[in-house]
């Protein structure tokens, strides 16, 4: 399966087919195979930024197989990490990892379509990583999503670089902030791929920011 086809996606139903063709292979063909380092790095961007008090339930938007949260549990292993994926088969995948004491990394896992209806739920923080991008989640999801973050919540998500200001994340941001619904956001430019990966190069934006 080739990185081309996930930046091809452009519906909610593309997005399932995608991945529930690629989900038992996408460990291996994916982030083995291109070097992903961008769960990593946003996990740490979350440990470097966001305070370890008050903070105890995380959701972990497009949690794919579980990457980001595997980082995150081991950085943080007192917290609770909810994943939320459109795909049924990628979800499977995250129930199976562990944290390094052999519990699930994820105390729940959420099938959902964000696009359309958001959890009934409140979280003291979320992530995400290489959900926000073309054909992916877009901006008006994005800035629906703060409301799953509670009041002084922290919030660290990544945006395809490319896609930032294209796709209007940065003017949905820019509102947010204008509207006192979220704090001024940090930005933080980082490598999605290592030295050894042929899309070496390629950036994502993190903004790391508050709910108001």
Known sequence: M????????KTPEDSRK??????STYNETFIKANDYVYPRTI?????EFVPGTEITTVVDIGCGTGAVGGFLANLRPELEIIGVDISRE??????????IDGSPVYNDLIEADLTTE???MSFDAMISAGTFTHGHLGADTFISLIELVRVNGWLVIGINAKHFSSQGFDTALQS???NARTTHAQ???VQIYGPKSPHFG???TIAIFQRL
């Open 187 to 189: 930005f933080h430019n």
């Open 118 to 120: 958001l959890p009934k």
């Open 202 to 204: 390629d950036l994502a």
């Open 90 to 99: 990628m979800l499977t995948e995250a129930s199976k990892t562990k944290r």
């Open 43 to 47: 996990a740490q961007k979350f440990d």
């Open 176 to 178: 947010a902030q204008m």
């Open 18 to 23: 995608l991945y529930a063709e690629w989900a």
């Open 2 to 9: 080739d990185l081309d086809k996930a930046y091809s996606v």
